[in-house]
């Protein structure tokens, strides 16, 4: 059966750190036990004034693409995956696919906030899977939050940093490797919990928006409830290893959102699984979002964590609130 297979994989992040001791200087207090010891978080990147999304995603393909030993007139489409785009319209994707020189390449954004780069990757293995005219397929996950950060607010401030993660995928028609299974979830009674509420066409940026100064960052307006994750992490997967007769023991690496150390802890702990079977980037890189999860597969390869045969979870929430989760064959 015809399914894709991972060829090449990169990242790029922003020269320009902030670490939590220069943070906590900004803020006037002190945030570094809390945000070290629950988030993970030791530093950020943090794009300068003259870069944006495009820039990071452009960089982190052309990555991949090195990686992968293949040229940019090779890639028949590349999705982006990303809720800071370079624009409202048109698509960050379009942006890349001429910058990187992809001139064959169709292009797509999709937006789920933090699950995205899930939701994007799955749809690219089934582009490959059911149509035989897409060979080589980029996905790239590109977050640029702190361009809309109060750094005032310490429950933003702490958490988001920029970053890029990209994956290239080409089809195997032996189908040794691949997805072998998949699902997407919502929870839309959570959709005014977490954003940037202002700029689209219910509250269009005006002087007024401005003024506020509210809806224009990105807000915590409501408090989520801390169970989404640590529950929903657990039976999602669970869910996908019974469809493939799968035990959590038959998993070689689960990769999670990185937005919370604690939870991936805790998470691994209630399923009963070792710490050294995940990866985490956050302490180097803050949370990055939507592009999280293609930084830490990425990572995880660099770190020698994965072989090919391997079997990979790849678990993924965020605003919205999207759900995403996944099972490969690395």
């Known amino acids: 059966m015809r399914n894709a297979k991972i060829i090449g994989t990169g990242v790029s ?55 992968a030993g293949i040229s940019a007139e090779d890639l028949d489409l590349i999705i982006v995956a990303t809720d800071t785009p370079e624009y409202l319209s048109p698509g960050t994707s379009v942006v890349v696919q001429h910058r990187i020189g992809a001139k064959n390449a169709g292009t797509f954004d999709t937006n789920c906030a933090c699950a995205g780069f899930v939701t994007a990757f799955d749809t690219a293995f089934k582009y490959i899977i059911a149509d035989k005219n897409y060979k080589n397929v ?23 940093a920029d970053g890029a993660g990209a994956v290239l995928l080409q089809a195997d028609e032996s189908g040794a490797s691949g997805m072998l299974t998949s699902k997407l979830e919502a929870m839309g009674e959570y959709h005014d919990f977490l954003g940037i509420f202002a700029g689209g066409s219910k509250t269009p940026i005006t002087s007024e928006v401005l003024e506020n100064g509210y809806y224009n960052k990105v807000r915590f307006a409501k408090r989520t409830p801390p169970e989404i994750n640590f529950v929903g992490w657990q039976r999602i997967v669970k869910e996908l290893l019974a469809r493939e007769n799968l035990t959590l023991d038959d998993v070689d690496l689960f990769l999670w959102t990185q937005v919370n150390l604690a939870t991936i802890k805790e998470v691994m702990a209630a399923l009963n699984q070792p710490f050294a079977k995940t990866h985490t980037i956050m302490d180097k890189w803050g949370y990055t979002g939507s592009a999280c999860i293609p930084m830490v597969l990425h990572d995880a390869i660099e770190h020698g964590k994965l072989k090919r045969g391997d079997i990979v979870v790849l678990c993924a929430s965020g605003g919205g609130i999207n759900m995403a989760a996944m099972i490969f064959r690395y």
């Open 13 to 67: 992040v922003p020269d320009k750190i902030i670490t939590n001791d220069e943070l906590s200087a900004m803020l006037g207090e002190n945030i570094n036990e809390f945000v070290e010891k629950n988030l993970g978080i030791r530093e950020r990147r943090v794009l300068a004034d003259d870069e944006s999304a495009a820039d990071i995603a452009s960089r982190a393909a052309e990555n991949a693409l090195q990686n």
């Open 138 to 160: 980029l996905v790239i996950g590109v977050y640029a939050m702190t361009k809309f950060l109060d750094w005032t607010e310490k429950k933003t401030a702490t958490i988001f």
